[in-house]
């Protein structure tokens, strides 16, 4: 049963830096789409950035320049680096890997708030 494990979240102060990471469990196919989404309280599903295989990501206007991501495709891994980080970050963020024939898996969520 193919797993998506989150990591990393917490609470930062405005301007501080977390990073995110995601693994895949139980299978070691390279999958073809990693994105990453974001929720916050009271508003819709957001995607914060995409990247497919060897392409560029693409990132939402609200984190360009501030997130990156990062991903080991022989390791099933990615990351997502946050860095000066605002209020209206806080959010629950999600992890997603798609696969052309295996389907879409989601990770748990993990909450990053950002407060002083």
């Known amino acids: 049963q193919v797993q998506l494990v989150e990591s990393g979240g917490g609470l930062v102060q405005p301007g501080g830096s977390l990073k995110l990471s995601c693994a895949v469990y139980?299978?070691?196919?390279?999958?073809?789409?990693v994105e990453w989404y974001r929720r916050a309280l009271g508003k819709q599903r957001e995607l914060v950035v995409a990247?497919?295989?060897?392409?560029?990501?693409n990132y939402a206007d609200s984190v360009t320049g501030r997130f990156t991501i990062s991903r080991d495709t022989g390791k099933n891994t990615a990351s997502l680096r946050m860095d000066s980080l605002k209020p209206e970050d806080t959010a629950v963020y999600y992890c997603?890997?798609?696969?052309?024939?295996?389907?879409?898996?989601w990770g748990q969520g993990t909450q990053v708030t950002v407060s002083s």
């Open positions: 997603r890997f798609i696969h052309a024939w295996l389907g879409d898996y």
């Open positions: 139980g299978t070691s196919l390279p999958f073809d789409r």
């Open positions: 990247v497919g295989s060897g392409g560029s990501p």
